[in-house]
């Protein structure tokens, strides 16, 4: 990659300025302040857009501006590229507005994001810098001093994550990381199928179980059937006799109906001569009874009586219900008063103005509703014994009525004992025909019924044999039923089985899918636990160590060029921590002068700078190199040197931010920076 032209406007201290960038050394000069850190920030938002955290479009936009740009250009393998991005300031603060990318003229308009993984592409950059700041660029291209202090300075573990993600080779620790994850679901997924697996041999026993106890109930089944075919043909043989007994026993039937309703009728007969015979005495009794129980009553004295005395107990009955009514009345006062004392005592605050109930208060509510209930039962006892005195009376006279109505009564029924003395003597010679009548017709049942009885005598046997036959059905029908019972038992037993032997057969071929299974990932899991990360450890402590050896000889190379190694030594520890040595001493970084520890820094810089471009040789951005004040507390002897450092780069474009005159005698081109009124501006 070569920059060609850098556009900016509207970007911190430059309202509207145009750079161009020839190839070989340029050096931006000007005083501090100046504008120069600006345009490599420029050309940073230009590639990659703003970084939360790093690069904001507050830190970008010109106080003032409502909107700006970065157009920048740039060459990679003969193709000519330009990136635009925009920012916009709004409600919501500044953003980044859509910009354009062209190439070789043709031009595309594109988002934010779609910008950076475009130019992501083109530089031939990992894709994990498209979620978070490029660390290629940042140790490749530009790094500012800051950052690259805080790696030398900073804790070994910062430093140590730091070159293992700008080496890229944490993706050993992420492939390890990842493996171990990978390890654990597959021990628990081992685990879950051996588990799983582990009643499969039971299974098969018990399928092979259920197997042959579903060919024994087969076998059941077959002979079930047979027996009940041959028990049929029996039970068909055997209800054919049992049809004829029974037609013979029909008639047998009815003639013994015949004969028992002679027998019924012959009885029926004599009872009713017999109860005509009782009844005859009873009416010649009754004649007589009723004769001597006819008794003299004065009719109307009675019902007056009656009327009285019923009035009397309708006068008493409503005072009763008064009184009932007053002790209904107190008893509902006395379970208010009860309500009352129960919700005082659990009332706390009062519902209506929400004032605290007081104690005393209470007591005093419970003591008056407590006198109330005294006087409430008091009276309630004496509206009791008025009660009792009412019900007493009403008893008393409802006694007397009674007796009245039993006079009243007995009037009614001499009255019918009349009507019935006339009736009974008229029933009594009614009777006495009745059985004269009966007698003649009695003799003639009992003659057919001796006739019956005989033919009944000798049919006697037949009823045995339809018994003995019936018997048997019974016996045949009961085999039956019980034969029919166990077929359907079996045939229960053998649906059952069958679905047990499909659900076993699925669980099984589940369970050997499962052991196939288990059997792959008990090899993954050695495979990963004895294998894999132990190989990848050994790929990473090579690698480490690989880099380690590279980067410790260039940081001595390049230190080398700067200080002479009579009076410092550098080298790397495991850590990739500057070790400086003086006169075979171990001295702190910060006890260098300001020279020396630029010195390290640089050389860190572009040891940092090679191995990178070393390991990755197919970024887009190996001749190009941007140096933020690299000569910073330099001496004059220093500051020469580093035309060497420029010499040995050799790289196609080299952009050295520096404020000290001497380095323009190193470089092929030189843009000045100055600023006038907060306005920065190219010296042309």
């Not at 406007?9 to 750079?19: A, F, P, V």
């Not at 050096?27 to 690069?55: H, P, V």
């Not at 077959?222 to 009940?228: G, I, P, T, V």
């Amino acid at each position: 990659m070569i920059i060609k032209r850098i556009k900016i406007k509207n970007i911190r201290s430059y309202s509207d300025e145009e750079i161009k960038f020839p190839e070989g050394t340029i050096m931006l000069s000007g005083d501090i302040g100046s504008g120069k850190s600006t345009i490599l920030l420029s050309i940073e938002f230009a590639l990659f857009g703003i970084k939360r955290g790093e690069l904001s479009g507050n830190a970008l936009l010109r106080n003032g501006s409502d909107d700006g740009y970065v157009i920048l250009d740039f060459n990679i393998d003969n193709n000519v590229f330009s990136v635009k991005r925009t920012l916009k300031r709004s409600v919501n603060g500044i953003t980044q507005d859509s910009g354009f990318l062209s190439i070789n003229d043709v031009t595309q308009q594109l988002t934010p994001v779609e910008l950076k993984q475009r130019v992501t592409q083109l530089l031939n950059y990992p894709l994990d810098s498209l979620s978070k700041k490029s660390l290629t660029y940042r140790y490749t291209v530009y790094t500012p001093q800051e950052e690259m202090k805080l790696i030398l300075l900073g804790e070994k573990e910062y430093r140590l994550e730091t070159l293992r993600k700008v080496f890229n080779i944490d993706k050993y620790k992420r492939i390890k990381e990842n493996s171990k994850i990978i390890l654990t679901e597959a021990k628990q997924k081992k685990k879950d199928l051996s588990l799983f697996v582990s009643d499969l041999e039971p299974k098969k026993l018990l399928f092979k179980e259920k197997e042959l106890k579903l060919s024994n109930i087969y076998g059941n089944i077959l002979l079930l059937n047979e027996k009940l075919l041959l028990l049929n043909s029996e039970l068909v043989m055997n209800k054919d006799k049992i049809v004829e007994f029974e037609n013979s026993i029909k008639r047998l039937n009815d003639i013994k109906k015949d004969f028992e309703l002679i027998k019924f009728n012959i009885k029926s007969k004599e009872d009713i001569k017999n109860k005509n015979i009782l009844q005859l005495s009873q009416l010649e009794k009754q004649i007589i009874d009723i004769s001597s129980n006819i008794k003299e009553i004065n009719f109307e004295d009675v019902k007056q009586n009656i009327i009285d005395n019923e009035k009397n107990v309708d006068d008493m009955d409503k005072e009763l219900k008064i009184v009932n009514n007053n002790i209904s009345s107190l008893r509902t006062k006395k379970v208010s008063s009860i309500d009352i004392k129960n919700q005082i005592t659990k009332l706390d605050n009062c519902p209506l103005c929400k004032q605290v109930v007081s104690v005393d208060y209470k007591n005093g509510v419970i003591s008056r509703e407590d006198e109330s209930l005294l006087r409430l039962d008091i009276d309630i006892k004496d509206f009791l014994i008025k009660e009792s005195e009412f019900v007493l009376k009403i008893k008393e006279i409802k006694i007397l009525i009674q007796d009245f109505k039993n006079k009243e009564r007995d009037f009614e029924i001499n009255k019918i004992r009349i009507k019935d003395l006339e009736s009974k003597k008229e029933s009594l010679n009614k009777l006495k025909k009745e059985n004269e009548d009966l007698d003649f017709i009695i003799k003639e049942l009992n003659d057919k019924r001796l006739i019956i009885q005989n033919d009944i005598e000798s049919n006697k046997e037949l009823e045995n044999n339809y018994l003995i036959n019936k018997k048997l059905l019974e016996q045949l029908l009961d085999s039956q039923k019980k034969l029919e019972l166990s077929i359907v038992i079996n045939n229960k037993d053998k649906d059952f089985i069958e679905k047990e032997l499909v659900l076993l057969k699925s669980e099984i071929e589940n369970k050997e899918k499962a052991s196939s299974k288990l059997d792959y990932y008990i090899k993954l899991c050695d495979w990963l636990d004895s294998f894999f990360i132990n190989v990848i450890d050994i790929i990473e402590k090579k690698t480490m160590s690989k880099l380690h050896s590279d980067f410790s000889d260039l940081f001595q190379k390049w230190f080398s060029m700067l200080i002479d190694e009579s009076i410092l030594k550098v080298r790397l520890d495991e850590e990739f921590t500057p070790i400086i040595e003086q006169n075979s001493h171990d001295i702190e970084y910060e006890n260098l002068s300001g020279g020396e520890k630029t010195s390290c820094a640089l050389a860190y810089r572009l040891a940092l700078n090679q191995v990178i471009n070393n390991i990755s040789n197919s970024i887009n951005t190996k001749d190009l190199i941007i140096l933020d004040e690299p000569t910073d507390g330099f001496s004059e002897e220093q500051l020469d040197k580093i035309r060497d450092i420029i010499k040995e780069l050799k790289m196609r474009q080299i952009i050295i931010v520096s404020h000290e005159n001497k380095v323009e005698s190193f470089v092929d081109n030189v843009i000045k920076i100055r600023k006038d009124n907060h306005i920065s501006k190219v010296i042309r």
